[in-house]
């Protein structure tokens, strides 16, 4: 069974950028896209984005020029950097396996001074 | 962007009885839509895929129907263990969304 564990800071500085890593278990990255969500109180649930093992990306267009996401195959790791936050970028953020079969936990990003 | 209505918001019913939930896309998404399940400091967790078919483990009690524009997840008789919030997410059109949820309470 594929599990998934999000790991990074908790509180991020405004304007500063975001950074997350998923760890992939029981299971590898490749031949999957992976991808990240995120849900805070006011927007819901939003797909960020997603990440083929090979490294090609599809990322929502509201968050395109912040968004960038990255592939580590030899320690079946993706991650997420999220440039610019602010106060709206306050969420928990999940991983997932593609589509959603999967999923981590999630973790709490808070954006603040 | 395809917009995901679900209703009703809240839904009050009791253990034993039969939930209905909706979910209404803005342009048909044909059967790209999935259901999940949300409690409380928990991730959603996928019940129903590619509209009508359930994930693996998941329970015969949960069903759902529709393609198109209108969907319907049915969970025939209710169990204390499910009653928590339903989404709907459509992955037809990128970005892929989800619905604002539908909350299923104890009555």
């Known amino acids: 069974q594929v599990q998934l564990q999000e790991s990074g800071p908790g509180l991020v500085k405004p304007s500063e950028t975001l950074s997350l890593t998923c760890t992939v278990s029981?299971?590898?990255?490749?031949?999957?896209?992976w991808s990240w969500i995120r849900q805070t109180p006011g927007k819901g649930l939003e797909w960020i984005g997603y990440?083929?093992?090979?490294?090609?990306?599809n990322y929502n267009p509201s968050l395109k020029s912040r968004v960038t996401m990255s592939v580590d195959t030899s320690k079946n790791q993706f991650s997420l950097r999220l440039t610019s936050v602010t106060a709206a970028d306050t969420a928990v953020y999940y991983c997932?396996?593609?589509?959603?079969?999967?999923w981590g936990q999630g973790i709490l990003v808070s954006v603040s001074s | 962007e395809i917009v995901l209505t679900q209703s009703p918001a809240t839904l009050s019913l009791s253990p034993g009885e039969r939930a209905t939930l909706s979910c209404r896309a803005s342009q048909s998404v044909n059967t790209h839509l999935a259901w999940y399940q949300q409690k409380p400091g928990q991730a959603p967790k996928v019940l129903i895929y590619?509209?009508?078919n359930r994930a693996t483990g998941i329970p015969a009690r949960f069903s759902g129907s529709g393609s198109g524009t209108d969907f319907t997840l049915t969970i025939s008789s209710l169990e204390p263990e499910d009653f928590a919030v339903y989404y709907c997410r459509q992955r037809s059109d990128w970005p892929w969304t989800f619905g604002q949820g539908t909350k299923v309470e104890i009555k």
């Open positions: 997932a396996r593609f589509w959603g079969d999967f």
């Open positions: 029981g299971g590898s990255i490749s031949p999957n896209y």
């Open positions: 990440i083929y093992y090979s490294g090609s990306t």
């Open positions: 590619d509209a009508s």
